[in-house]
């Protein structure tokens, strides 16, 4: 299970790197109550963008003033 977790987290962190070299910046706006899945915020700070943890409809009008 270890090595999966691994290889997974490794292949992020390529897949990332690559879209930062292609200039592609991710931001992830997680919706729920629970926390993002790691490979998504792996993937989104790795690229230079973040993840913003919105429960209410003004903190997701800010997010999106922000990344624009």
């Known amino acids: 299970h270890a ?3 691994h290889h997974r987290l490794h292949r992020d ?3 990332a790197r690559r879209m930062r070299a ?3 910046v991710v931001y992830a706006v997680n919706i729920q109550e629970s926390q ?3 490979e998504v915020v792996t993937i989104a700070r790795t ?3 973040d993840v913003f ?3 209410d ?3 997701l009008e800010q997010v999106f003033r922000k990344i624009d």
Do not use: F, K, W, Y
């Open 22 to 24: 292609d200039n592609i």
């Open 13 to 15: 962190v390529e897949i």
């Open 36 to 38: 993002a899945p790691a």
């Open 47 to 49: 690229t230079g963008g």
């Open 3 to 5: 090595d999966r977790v």
């Open 57 to 59: 409809p003004v903190t």
């Open 53 to 55: 943890n919105v429960l």
